[in-house]
């Protein structure tokens, strides 16, 4: 089946660029998502990407696309304390099969410290 | 405003005592989903619903039952809890399964300890 995987923990200073990856299998996903969960809260859509594009960026935030890899990335630019949070990558998959649904990564809790 | 609402946030219960925890989206979402958020991991697919009187299971539905009988309802039910379900409950709606440039909208999430 389906398979979405992030690395699970990344740390930097804030001021610093933070990049979080995941890579997934589903050659057929029309949308591709990051959510931010912030400690007891549920999850945010943060920004997303269709699978027609390379690049997105949106404020401080902007996501690469290799669909030949299948590789997603998202860089938060002067990363701040507030952005600390786990950030989970996620796929719209089977976009042809008609049962399709949005498949999580396990999530990459990004440390920021002072 | 546009939400999913979960109810109780926190809930301690004890070993074979049925417990609902109650999900409402005012968005006239179709689609409605229970996950279960445990540590290492991540999100885990316990049941969706596609429409109302329209349920069906997900990756780890054991333990667990649903039911849609109105579209902005979407109650979880444990009938027998047991300790394996202590865990961060979370319930998602959307227009559709598969999202589209919205993705899912998140509850804040319940969090269920059975002792």
């Known amino acids: 089946g389906e398979d979405v995987e992030q690395s699970l923990f990344l740390s930097v200073r804030e001021g610093d660029s933070s990049v979080i990856n995941c890579t997934y299998t589903?050659?057929?996903?029309?949308?591709l998502y990051w959510y931010k969960q912030e400690p007891g809260a549920g999850l945010q859509l943060l920004t997303y990407i269709f699978s027609n594009m390379d690049m997105k960026q949106d404020q401080r935030l902007t996501v690469l696309l290799n669909k030949k890899d299948k590789h997603l990335s998202l860089r938060i630019a002067d990363t701040q304390t507030g952005d600390s949070a786990i950030y989970f990558c996620a796929e719209s998959s089977g976009a042809y099969s008609g049962y399709s649904t949005l498949t999580f990564g396990k999530g990459t809790m990004l440390l920021v410290s002072p | 405003e546009a939400q999913v609402t979960q109810n109780p946030r926190y809930l301690i219960t004890v070993t074979g005592k049925k417990l609902t925890v109650t999900c409402s989206q005012n968005?006239?979402?179709?689609?409605m989903s229970w996950y279960r958020q445990d540590p290492g991991l991540g999100l885990r697919q316990i049941y969706y619903?596609?429409?109302?009187?329209?349920?069906d299971k997900g990756d780890v539905p054991e333990g667990y039952k649903v039911s849609r009988k109105e579209k902005r309802n979407f109650p979880l039910i444990l009938e027998s809890p047991s300790p394996n379900q202590t865990s961060l409950y979370f319930c998602?709606?959307?227009?559709?399964?598969?999202?589209?440039?919205?993705?899912?909208?998140f509850g804040s999430g319940t969090r269920l300890t059975v002792v």
């Open positions: 968005m006239n979402h179709e689609y």
């Open positions: 589903d050659s057929s996903s029309t949308y």
């Open positions: 998602a709606s959307s227009l559709s399964r598969r999202g589209t440039y919205r993705g899912y909208t």
């Open positions: 619903s596609m429409n109302v009187e329209v349920t």
